[in-house]
């Protein structure tokens, strides 16, 4: 049996560009688009030969929900005609909650063949998105919600939290919010100053919450999210009532599964090897109309670099890791005081992050790998 891939699709058009956001996106190249899906067709057919069974697909971006129908079902139509893609498969798009209409979202459902559905809605406090740059209110992230879970999709929610001068009761607002309208999953992210980004160029300096601030806001919104049905089954991520509900291409991440991206930017990784695509839908079809492929660069990772991956990933996941990856000297004794300290668990010859470990997921790797 051939393994199975995801498949991500990167659309890197936007209509502003959020301040925080360090990803490869940008408005004003709306000329760029036919090219660019064209190119993208191009892509998915000269995929490696392995993969050849998909049973994720994933687009993302930028702002995939903007595209018109005909862009958006050349795509899906083309992924359907080119690729074995599993009947049961989890296929997933983003959108800006200020793009959503009851038409964009049972087009999306009904005819592209989405059954996932995420919207960055990010805050349901106006002030908050107001700083973030974020072009939609709150009454279009509630309308666009109510409208998406109309299709029957699952619904997951983008939230960001660790916003200045934002103390838990604040950050608990959205959060409540968001558990009121019982989407299948909520994300919630912490406010990062990434190079790449508006914030970052401007030399930003917010005065955020300190660490203990920020440890207590996040324990406070596990702790709420889990008492509303909620399974915190990644970092920053939370499902309801079952995993069925998680978000299986971000959790093939975690796992260590393989996947292809196509499009500017966009990474794959085929258990033993990745590669990367050149930044910028320009460059991106330049570089395929002169070579055939986009690829930046490629590094084959050595079993040791893997074993350090499945622990760095593993700490971050309800998988957790297993207790043969861990070499460290002392590993026994240092798992011993992380036990008492509650904030790892072992079971089945696996070690697995509490949720106060989570917090210091990145830690553990480093002490115990």
């Known amino acids: 049996m051939s393994t199975c891939f995801g498949l991500y699709v990167h659309i890197p058009f936007c209509r502003t560009k959020c301040p925080y956001c360090a990803f490869d996106s940008a408005p004003d190249q709306d000329d760029l688009i036919d090219e660019y899906i064209e190119t993208l067709c191009d892509e998915i057919a000269a995929r490696p030969e392995q993969a050849r069974s998909f049973d994720t697909v994933y687009f993302g971006g930028g702002t995939p929900g903007l595209l018109s129908e005909e862009h958006m079902g050349r795509i899906t139509d083309f992924i359907r005609s080119e690729l074995f893609v599993k009947p049961d498969a989890e296929w997933t798009i983003e959108v800006n909650p200020g793009d959503v209409t009851i038409d964009k979202a049972s087009f999306w459902v ?17 002030n ?3 700083f973030l740059g974020r072009r939609h209110d709150v009454q279009d992230a509630l309308d666009a919600i109510s409208d998406c879970q109309m299709t029957g999709a699952k619904i997951c929610i983008d939230l960001i939290q660790g916003l200045p001068g934002q103390n838990t009761e604040q950050r608990m607002r959205s959060v409540h919010k968001a558990a009121s309208l019982k989407p299948s999953h909520i994300s919630v992210y912490e406010l990062t100053i990434d190079e790449g980004s508006a914030f970052h160029a401007a030399g930003a300096k917010f005065h955020r919450p300190d660490q203990d601030a920020a440890a207590d806001g996040y324990l406070a919104t596990s702790k709420y999210l889990r008492g509303k049905g909620y399974l915190h ?42 590669w990367w695509n050149v930044r910028g839908a320009a460059a991106y079809i330049q570089a395929m109309n002169q070579a055939e492929n986009a690829i930046e660069d490629t590094e084959a990772l ?7 991956e499945r622990v760095a990933l593993g700490f971050r996941w309800m998988g957790g890791v297993a207790r ?13 005081r992380l036990v008492r300290e509650k904030l790892v668990m072992i079971r089945d010859d696996r070690v697995h992050s509490t949720v106060e470990g989570f917090l210091i997921a990145d830690a553990l790797a480093r002490v115990l790998a």
């Open 324 to 336: 043969a990856d861990l070499h460290a000297d002392g590993v026994d004794d240092k798992l011993a």
């Open 233 to 274: 089954y990644e970092v920053s991520n939370y499902c309801l009532d079952t995993f069925d509900n998680m978000a299986a291409h971000n959790a093939r991440y975690c796992q260590g599964r393989p996947w292809i991206g196509v499009g500017a930017s966009d990474h794959s990784f085929d258990g033993t090897r990745r």
């Open 302 to 308: 050595t079993d040791d670099q893997l074993r350090l």
């Open 128 to 130: 908050e998105l107001d």
């Open 110 to 126: 009904k005819k592209a063949g989405f059954n996932r559905i995420s919207l960055g809605v990010q805050s349901f406090e106006q």
